[in-house]
């Protein structure tokens, strides 16, 4: 098992599914036509973003129409949060967020802040849960966007949208999420959710990297962040990345299956990753909630020594695995959404994510709970915080 790679990373990206590969591949070669030309060559073109459009669309229940394709989810969600902020400014100022979203959406907010508008941070419970009633207090008469993230990247924790929604329904604020980790993995429509914005990206769940699309409903008023040619429908310009958008679509008509199929068997494997663990290592705690939790996402704080170490030393056992988010590794600040939960920093300092996907087998997950216990006993003999 030793030279072989055991990806346990899923929640950072996804292999490209070889479907999804085959899908996109004419688009890179004789399929090359920019789908806004007008002659035979760019109609292949336009009909492939034409139906992947409708695949992600089949997927979120929307219609075709409310689907915006952009560069990624990151994108996403800065042209959900500045587009409304930048459209309905005259009407209000006021931004409701939460303190564990991704950054994509804590650093837009952010920077809403610098151009005056009034954010609220609000906090989560110990395991990782926004209130309904938080939102509902935090409402004011200048709100004009609400912004919760479906699934959180690091934990799992699921929100409590549905209820947010109905409480939001008969007010005139708009309701955006993140569900760059549920979208393909979880069933439900943008009714279910009684969202007016929802982001997505393509490469959490198997397709290219580069690629994500932002639900909007119809008659939502948002500004643009790319002025050019006017692509999709005025919402963003920039000729369209045809492969990625077909990439996209693809993963998402496939995930019909993973969601059937897939998330049951990944369930399995993370809960006898996490019983391992639990009886292997002592001073171990599980973050996120029990049942409102994404079934391939593990993440654990293990006592006295640094999350960084683990990975240094999983790795040189071939196993791929995660301390906190990707895009905060390189920094050596504990997690926001760790902290946000409570959970003190030196504890934060020693979490690992371990987040589930297809290739993964029971053999990887026992071989993971064989060697862990070694690599964490090695690195508590070193630690001066860790008595025997
Ligand atoms: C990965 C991720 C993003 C960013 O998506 P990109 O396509 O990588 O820009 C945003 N939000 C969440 C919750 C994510 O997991």
Partial sequence: MEDEIIYLDHNATTPVD???KEEMLPYLGEEYGNPSSLYRLARGASQAVDRAREQVAGVLGCK??????????????????????????????????SEIEHHAVLKACEWMEKQGFDVTYLGVDEYGRVSPEDVKSALRDETILVSIMHANNEVGTIQPLEEIGRLLADRDVYFHTDAVQTFGKRSYSVDDLGVDLLSLSAHKIYGPKGVGALYLRRGTKIETLLHGGGHENNRRSGTENVAGIVGLGKAAQLSEQYIEEEAGRLKKLRDRLEEGILESIDEVTVNGHKDHRMEHTLSVCVRFIEGESMLLHLDSKGVAASSGSACTSGTLDPSHVLLAMGIPAEVAH?????????????????????ILPEIVQRLRDMSPLYKK
């Fill in 18 to 20: 070889p479907r999804v």
């Fill in 350 to 370: 020693g979490s690992l994510r371990l987040s589930l996907g297809r290739s993964n087998t029971r053999e990887q997950i026992d071989y993971v709970v064989e």
């Fill in 64 to 97: 075709p129409e409310e689907v915006i394709f952009t560069g990624c989810g990151t994108e996403a969600d800065n042209l959900a949060i500045k587009g409304v902020g930048m459209a309905l400014r005259s009407k209000g100022n006021h931004i409701i967020t």
